[in-house]
Nanobody, 123 residues
């Protein structure tokens, strides 16, 4: 699976952004997808995951209620809608794919990673 993330940018606190991750290769609809992020000087952390069917989602507490993960299997794309952005959301955001049907929150569960897209939120 090859993953291409896009949609990052520089925004102000309170603004919204939507990240996209286009997948190619392995049957996209049979993979769990996730978003992770890495802030400067910090380890990469889990943000959100969605099951292959889209029926199950799970979020990190830090983004719950503000971010929404979704997928369009017909377009082989997963999205991360980010609302009410905060400066602490500033990070490089990575999408990842796991060859499983249920949600996954650990990096080790994911076999494929995109290149990352930078999100910068100014105060």
């Amino acid at each position: 699976v090859q993953l291409q993330a896009s949609g990052g940018g520089l925004v102000q606190a309170g603004d919204s952004l939507r990240l996209s991750c286009a997948a190619s290769g392995r049957t996209f609809s049979r993979t769990t997808m996730g978003w992770f992020r890495q802030a400067p000087g910090k380890e990469r952390e889990f943000v959100a995951t969605i099951s292959w069917s889209g029926g199950s989602t799970y979020y990190a507490d830090s983004v719950k209620g503000r971010f929404t993960i979704s997928r369009d299997n017909a377009k082989n794309t997963v999205y991360l809608q980010m609302n009410t952005l905060k400066p602490e959301d500033t990070a490089v955001y990575y999408c990842a794919a796991a060859p499983k049907y249920r949600i996954a929150t650990y990096e080790r569960e994911y076999d494929y990673w995109g290149q990352g897209t930078q999100v910068t939120v100014s105060s």
